[in-house]
Structure formats: structure tokens, C-alpha cells
Nanobody, 116 residues
């Protein structure tokens, strides 16, 4: 299974981006039962979990992004998305997705840069 993140870019503060994560090679029975999350890592910082979604589609967000980010998933397509609105310069980081409880090898991530 390979995780492929995409959708990052360079946006001004207040802008929006939608990140996508594809679990390439994963079969439905492996993807669907897992809880999935979006993480980010800014230069000099540890990787942090910013949003998660359970197999029953319950969601949870870090305080720093609550109300601005929305995580969603489609089991049939084996994909997870992160809609990011009202972006701030502090959101600048490389964003990754992964399974919460049975993490796979990390993908390359997608760079998000928010200008002030």
C-alpha cells in the first residue's frame, strides 16, 4: 500500500485548499475499517495530527484548525480529503495522511505554504 498526497500549494492568508490522499494498492477491506488522519510537519517541529476520521465517519480536529478544516473519506475510492479554509501562515507545513492505529509507510506529503 502506498499513500499519495496531493493538492498542496501556495496561497495567501484567508485562502482555501483541498488536499487529497489516495491509498494506492489498498484493498477495500483494509482501508474501510481504519481510522484515518491528516498530519502536518512544519520546519523544526514534530509531526502533529490535525484531523482524524473514524470508520463510522466521526471526526475530530486539533484546536488550531477546528472550524476551518474538514476531513472526509470515501471508502469505495479509498481516499481521504482535507478541506482547508481561512488558511493562516501558521498552517504552513508539509501535510501527510496515514492510518491512526496501524500506520503505513509515510508518503511524500504535500507542501502547503500560506503567505501573510
Amino acid at each position: 500500500v502506498r499513500l499519495v498526497e496531493s493538492g498542496g500549494g501556495y496561497v495567501p492568508a484567508g485562502g482555501s485548499l483541498r488536499l487529497s490522499c489516495a491509498a494506492s494498492g489498498s484493498i477495500f477491506s483494509v482501508f474501510a475499517p481504519q481510522d484515518w488522519g491528516w498530519y502536518r510537519q512544519a520546519p523544526g517541529n514534530q509531526r502533529e495530527l490535525v484531523a482524524s476520521i473514524t470508520s463510522s465517519k466521526s471526526t475530530h480536529y486539533a484546536d488550531s484548525v477546528n472550524g476551518r478544516f474538514t476531513i472526509s473519506r470515501d471508502n469505495s475510492r479509498k481516499m481521504v480529503w482535507l478541506q482547508m479554509n481561512s488558511l493562516k501562515p501558521d498552517d504552513t507545513a508539509v501535510y501527510y495522511c496515514n492510518s491512526l492505529k496501524q500506520p503505513l509507510e509515510w508518503g511524500q506529503g504535500t507542501q502547503v505554504t500560506v503567505s501573510s
